[in-house]
């Protein structure tokens, strides 16, 4: 029994990776160092004492820099996602599994980081592992550069008349030979492909794995060093830089995504795309190669920080009166050792295979916790929510209000991100000014949940039908296109894989080329403006203008968007209260070990399956796919009216979920309450309780 128990308590610190602890002899070297003035506790902390990396408050504010860093390169990749479906001819739910495979990594190895973490040099496995995050960011852009140019109309890469030519409807005698499907698919081409895209998620990989280490030993190596009163203070510190980490990665998404992804090998004759036309690409990897410097600056600080340093000593003096009395209530009773020096000795004796044989009995146990459970449960589904729409609204606001990938950023980043951060603070604030009791804890992630599921309803109204396009989609009671002109395009001998959508703004109605107009003339006044005419399959022979025809609902887009703030802001209210329920109801040696699995299932359940459900949602909403080498490739047109319901009802359903999760937590909690009332008004049935299970009790406290 000793052994387990033992064992049972290494694993309260361990998989969590927020108190890894120290071995003995480095325990007592730093209680020498604390006690001893100057803290001259060892030769070699006496020679490394006047550096200044012995500053626990540099390391706050470098770790701040680095979470900030690692989380606008992992968070980069989502503000780019349509760019780089278009750009490699992915379907949504492969680049919803590519978003995915930043958590594969960090998942796998999240578990064992607190057992190796009492065993290694913190932060120099801190900058190892960002360092490797930012050569993850690196191979992500590796593709760009190895892959050709990057061929908007399928034809030619640096003629620009051209182009303009191969768009028009020309006699049969007078079209090129079209290059045929088999030299333009050859096996070396696809295994190409295969190659560019297998980069990416082996970078994606890496930067779960290296992200690793950062966070849980940066909080651990501060909770370690930085007085007991200031340690909150400074981890709320790296936890509010770290926030605005997403929302600069939608930014830098903006910015960056407005230049033309071949800006480093622009043709001579220029190109004549506007960040508006849907064949537009930006520059997808120049944020992966700013970010991966960014971190690699970042990193730089951590290979000169010691392995330990004097703990400090001097409470910061606005802090002093407020925790002092929080401080005593939560000291060990006098003359019992502390808890943590214990584990730091007992966590060395734990071998691997015993860390493995144990863990799967606590994690059951843990489970088994109604409470635990049911907030893991809201949490999970409440993520669900987050992952996609963090992945994929801002595809969904560039196809449902033609809008371009850069303002849709701007708009994430500059409203949804901020709105998030304003829930955590908001919930925070309420819980530690009204004193919340995990009942009333409850009940405010009940009302938040319900809050948040109501601001969802509107969004299904909140938009339109795509338009008609020619051939592919048609409105009841709208011009019929092609079919008004039938045989218009026969003499044309337009290509089946031109993409160079025209619009014909009087009927709306949208083209998939010039030739699929029957166009054959073309005036371009400057390259962002260009117009067809003689056009046999347009009503008036046109003329129509290059691009597609904008959304009827572009309005729709700032209402949407503030509705998805309000209940983005309702979603992290719950944050501290749902987090607050799991610490206050589970044991107080499995707080940690509950802490850590929670995260667990959120990386397994939510973070990881959510992109590539909603990613496959999206895809079955497509109504017309580009080809390539007679595979599916990039999606061109949606519908939209099911694109909004579908992904719209993805969430709906997941916060539903959220909401029947936290209504069961406070109808459980009412019952212990009413339960706890009868036990004290009735003394004689609570030793009644007691003398009909009398197994029980022994079981749960020896766990």
Same mark, same amino acid.
């Given at each position: ?292 410097g960014a971190v690699a600056l970042a990193a730089i600080p951590y290979f000169f920080f010691p392995r330990e340093m004097p703990k400090e000593k001097q409470e910061l003096h ?241 209402? +949407? $968007? !503030? /509705?998805?703030? *309000? ?5 992290? %209210? #719950? @944050? ?22 929670? +995260? $667990? !299932? /959120?990386?397994? *359940? ?5 992109? %590539? #459900? @909603? ?89």
């Amino acid at each position: 029994m000793k052994t387990v128990e033992c064992q049972s308590q290494v694993l309260v610190d361990g998989p969590v990776g927020e108190e890894p602890q120290m071995p003995d002899k480095d325990t007592m070297a730093m209680t020498g160092t604390e006690d001893t003035p100057g803290g001259r506790a060892s030769p070699d902390s006496q020679d490394l004492q006047p550096s200044v990396f012995h500053s626990i408050k540099l390391f706050v504010l470098c770790h701040s820099l680095l979470q900030l860093a690692q989380l606008m390169i992992s968070g980069y990749l989502k503000s780019s996602i349509s760019t780089v479906e278009k750009r490699f001819g992915l379907s949504s739910q492969t680049s919803g599994l590519l978003a995915a495979f930043n958590e594969v990594g960090n998942t796998t190895l999240i578990v064992f980081v607190s057992y190796f973490g009492i065993r290694v040099h913190r932060p120099r496995l801190i900058g190892c592992g960002a360092i490797l995050v930012a050569l993850a960011g690196l191979l992500m852009t590796l593709p760009h550069f190895i892959s050709e140019p990057y061929r908007y109309d399928g034809t030619s890469s640096g003629n620009v008349s051209q182009d303009f030519e191969a768009s028009l409807c020309l006699p049969t005698t007078l079209v090129p030979a079209p290059a045929s499907s088999s030299s333009n698919c050859s096996s070396h081409t696809e295994a190409k492909h295969l190659t560019m895209v297998g980069i990416m998620f082996v970078a994606q990989t890496l930067l779960g794995v290296g992200g690793v280490p950062i966070q849980p030993f940066g909080i651990s190596y501060i909770d370690d060093f930085a007085h007991s009163n200031n340690s909150p203070l400074y981890l709320g510190i790296v936890f509010a830089v770290t926030l605005m980490g997403p929302g600069l990665a939608f930014g830098l998404g903006g910015v960056m995504l407005r230049l033309y992804v071949d800006i480093d090998r622009m043709p001579e004759g220029g190109i004549s795309l506007t960040s508006k036309d849907p064949r537009w690409v930006g520059a997808w990897w120049l944020g992966f190669l700013i970010s991966a410097g960014a971190v690699a600056l970042a990193a730089i600080p951590y290979f000169f920080f010691p392995r330990e340093m004097p703990k400090e000593k001097q409470e910061l003096h606005f802090r002093r009166r407020v925790l002092t009395v929080v401080s005593k209530d939560e000291d060990a009773p006098p003359g019992e050792p502390p808890k943590k020096e214990g584990l730091a000795q007992m966590a060395p004796d734990l071998t691997v295979i015993q860390f493995i044989k144990v863990f799967p009995r606590v994690l059951l146990r843990t489970l088994r916790h109604p409470i635990f459970l049911l907030v893991v449960l809201s949490q999970v589904c409440m993520s669900c929510a987050v992952a996609g729409m963090a992945t994929f609204l801002s595809k969904f606001l560039e196809r449902q209000f033609s809008i371009t990938a850069s303002y849709a950023n701007m708009l994430i980043g500059c409203l949804s991100i901020p709105g998030a951060i304003m829930g955590i603070v908001l919930g925070g604030i309420l819980v530690k000014c009204l004193h919340l009791s995990p009942m009333r804890c409850s009940a405010l992630c009940l009302l938040g949940s319900l809050f948040c599921l109501l601001f969802s309803l509107p969004l299904f109204f909140m938009g339109c039908s795509t338009h008609q396009i020619a051939g592919i989609t048609h409105q009841p009671g709208s011009q019929p296109g092609l079919e008004l002109f039938p045989g218009c395009m026969e003499p044309c001998s337009c290509p089946s894989d031109d993409f160079n959508p025209v619009c014909e703004s009087s009927t709306r109605v949208e083209y998939l080329s010039p030739c699929h107009a029957g166009c054959t003339n073309q005036a371009a006044p400057d390259k962002s403006h260009v117009f067809y005419t003689n056009c046999s399959c347009v009503t008036g022979s046109g003329p129509v203008q290059a691009g597609s025809c904008n959304s009827a609902c572009s309005h729709l887009v700032l209402p +949407f $968007m !503030l /509705l998805i703030s *309000l209940g983005g802001v309702m979603a992290s %209210v #719950i @944050h501290t209260p749902s987090f607050m329920l799991i610490l206050r109801g589970v044991k107080k040696e499995d707080k940690a070990l509950a802490v850590g699995i929670q +995260f $667990m !299932l /959120l990386r397994v *359940l939510a973070w990881m399956p959510s992109p %590539v #459900i @909603h990613g496959s949602a999206i895809d079955t909403t497509c109504v017309h796919w580009a080809q390539s080498c007679g595979r599916r490739a990039v999606c061109r047109y949606y519908d939209n009216d099911l694109l909004r319901n579908r992904f719209i009802g993805l969430q709906f359903f997941f916060k539903v979920g959220s909401l029947a999760c936290f209504a069961l937590i406070l109808a459980i909690l009412r019952q212990q309450d009413k339960e706890e009332g009868t036990k004290v008004t009735c003394p004689g049935l609570q030793q009644q309780l007691l003398v009909s299970q009398p197994e029980k009790k022994p079981e749960e406290s020896r766990v």
